[in-house]
């Protein structure tokens, strides 16, 4: 006969089964058959900027690959950040996803005075996509050629340059403090909600100059409107070969680039996670979206989740320096 302590354990133990058995079998078939209905990737920023470059031209290949539609919806705000708090508060089931970027990933959570999330533990890094050089900018009318005249113009007029980005504590925002930095000049810094504004205003003369994406401004340079004054990369890039970098020109060590990495909430199962990562592997080696992605101006990503998590530890511990050393902070 039972004691009352055994009955309760067999009660117990059987009951748990029954819960794993109703349940945990439904989330593995719910895993083995994602996707089954579309997926939503959220851009942080107004169409036409780098991350929608990108995001638009896997959104078209990731249906076949997936079986599902990807829909790109951007939410503009706050440099990308009300995006991804919007991203991170959404189920980890795989259907909610963004594109982040250097500045919504690596430095405005590090910059902040009252952090929306902390990137490294309310994020699952899926796959790094594309990263892209800088390069410093000014409109086809401006008087500056070269690099160097632009600076010995900032050095004997403080902070009467302006330069522009899309949005305080951005990688436009950071480039410039940096290059700034190491000329030992003082410029302007002027923020827009994004870098189509930004840029619209650089062509019109509003303001001097920008340290901008390259895919954002090479048709505007291959189409005259613009004049590349430098790239921000160790090495010249094949897209303006005849174009000098920043180190080349007095600054060594200067190297800048942008990232673009897709991410979900925390908890997102890795079932999920290696489908997502396959799929978007094979729409970066597929030729049609590798070809437009290097045309635009954009280095081809790629690799794993764990190499994902390993660049986005790596990037916010070196961002949160650069913030530090150039007294970067947002309320």
């Known amino acids: 006969m039972m004691d009352s302590s055994t009955s309760r354990r067999r009660l117990f133990t059987g009951a748990t089964g029954f819960v794993a058995a109703s349940f945990f079998p439904a989330d593995a078939r719910a895993q083995a058959g994602y996707p089954d209905r579309p997926i939503t990737l959220v851009d942080g920023f107004v169409p036409g900027g780098g991350s929608d470059i990108v995001a638009r031209l896997l959104a078209s290949k990731l249906r076949s690959e997936l079986g599902q539609p990807v829909v790109v919806e951007n939410r503009p705000g706050a440099s990308g950040t009300v995006a991804m708090a919007g991203v991170l508060r959404s189920r980890p089931d795989g259907y909610t996803l963004a594109i982040g970027t250097i500045s919504s990933l690596s430095v405005l959570p590090q910059v902040m005075a009252h952090k929306p999330y902390d990137p490294l533990a309310d994020l699952t890094p899926i796959l790094l996509v594309a990263s892209v050089p800088q390069v410093v900018v000014v409109n086809e009318n401006s008087p500056f050629r070269t690099l160097r005249e632009l600076l010995d113009y900032a050095k004997a007029n403080p902070s009467k340059l302006n330069f522009a980005s899309s949005g305080i504590a951005t990688s436009q925002h950071l480039a410039g403090e940096l290059l700034a930095r190491a000329a030992g000049v003082e410029m302007t810094h002027v923020p827009y909600r994004g870098s189509g504004q930004a840029l619209a205003d650089l062509m019109a003369g509003q303001v001097d100059l920008n340290v901008d994406t390259l895919p954002t401004n090479l048709p505007h340079i291959r189409g005259g409107k613009l004049r590349a004054l430098a790239v921000t990369t160790p090495e010249r890039v094949e897209w303006l070969p005849d174009v000098a970098t920043v180190a080349e020109l007095g600054f060594p060590g200067f190297d800048r680039k942008v990232w673009y990495m897709i991410v979900g909430p925390a908890g997102l199962p890795a079932p999920i996670v290696n489908r997502l990562a396959s799929a978007l592997n094979a729409a ?29 530890r790596t990037e916010n511990e070196s961002n949160a320096a650069i913030a530090r050393a150039a007294s970067i902070s947002v309320d």
């Open 284 to 312: 970066l080696a597929a030729p049609e979206v590798a070809q437009r992605l290097r045309e635009s101006g954009f280095m081809l990503g790629g690799g794993t989740p764990a190499s994902a998590a390993a660049l986005l």
